[in-house]
């Protein structure tokens, strides 16, 4: 296959090709890149406080969190807690403690196929706190149909991870802007020959940039976001959670423009969380402000460092891109 070592952000190991990474890899995921975020923009984010580490969440109901499986595979519910309704860690939180843990039965940490675990809250969240609607199954296809046009910056993930490859993660929340990547066109869902493997597709959603921006260790378990089109004018925007992070490369480290990223695709797992929730799934009625998509572009076309990217050099190289891997 035409697959990369990865690490999750953590290390990615399917079949031969791919070899294990190491815990701290595994459960250190982090944005390179992107911009500081309000937790008033992205009140679905959580930090999970895990021993010696620490990963993303994402709110989905007023009980209960989505993360990857890598980050609380072998731990206690009494081993975690969730911190919500902040940006800076280095301000004091007042932690949710974690009633019970279910990761997914068909996790594998080789390949990191459904890589997604649920924890049911034991404490209340705070008001400032936000479920995301979860990205459905049927309307997955709408999702890859944009993929393939491409429309850049579709995606916003973001994390307390690290800045850099083997750096130290942020003490403040970070957003980015990613451009989803097509499973005909991304190396970990593709064969040497070019046909999709089904199992990779199902199992991944595929995003970077063309610009060194992206997840890093500290950053797993985090959302990856797409506004559905359909929904735009929507109180919640058409907000869907599509992924959570769970992977980039490890040949190329992190928020490297030419390997993909690798997130969870949530809708692949639906009836697995539906079933894992106490009365099943309802998507929450909530409204949200602020336009995320826009203030990430804007953070990623003017912050430090230099001025504005032409939008059309920015899709000649992704175009580029597609037809070198191809």
């Known amino acids: ?3 990369k070592q990865g690490f999750a952000v953590f290390a990615l190991a399917a079949l031969s ?3 294990h990474a190491s815990e701290e890899n595994v459960r250190q995921p982090h944005i390179v890149g992107g911009n500081n975020a309000n937790i008033s923009a992205l009140p679905w984010q959580v930090y ?3 021993p010696s580490s620490g990963c993303g969440g994402v709110i989905i109901s007023n009980d209960y969190v989505l993360t ?3 980050c609380v595979e072998g731990l206690f519910a009494s081993d975690i807690s969730v911190l919500a309704g902040f940006t800076d ?3 004091p939180r007042s932690p949710i403690p974690v009633a019970n843990i279910q990761v997914h039965p068909d996790y594998n940490n080789a390949n990191l196929t459904a890589d997604i675990a649920i924890l049911k809250l034991a404490g209340s969240l705070p008001s400032n706190a936000k479920s995301i609607p979860l990205l459905m199954a049927e309307n997955q296809s709408e999702m890859d149909n944009e993929f393939q046009v491409p429309k850049l910056d579709n995606l916003v993930s973001s994390g307390w991870g690290a800045t850099r490859t083997g750096g130290a993660g942020s003490q403040s929340l970070k957003m980015v802007a990613l451009t989803g990547v097509p499973d005909s066109s991304c190396s970990w869902t593709t064969f040497s020959n070019g046909s999709v493997s089904q199992a ?3 199992a991944y959603v595929c995003a970077n940039n063309t610009t060194t921006e992206g997840i890093c260790s500290g950053d797993s378990g985090g959302p990856l976001v797409w506004q559905n089109p359909s929904n735009a004018s929507d109180a919640d925007r058409g907000y869907r959670l599509a992924g ?12 490297s423009p030419n390997a993909e990223d690798g997130f969870t695709q949530v809708s692949t797992y639906f009836s697995w969380i539906d079933a894992n929730m106490d009365g099943g799934y309802s998507a929450p009625s909530v409204s949200f402000a602020e336009d995320i998509f826009a203030l990430a572009t804007a953070e990623n076309n003017s912050g430090g460092g230099g001025g504005g990217v032409n939008p059309l050099l920015l899709c000649l190289v992704f175009l580029f891109r597609i037809f070198k891997k191809r």
């Open 1 to 3: 296959m035409k697959l």
């Open 17 to 19: 090709n791919f070899s």
């Open 48 to 50: 999970i406080d895990i």
């Open 68 to 70: 990857a499986a890598h």
């Open 89 to 91: 860690l280095s301000s």
């Open 200 to 202: 990779f597709s199902d």
């Open 244 to 255: 959570l992070v769970s992977f980039s490369s490890r040949d190329d480290g992190c928020a």
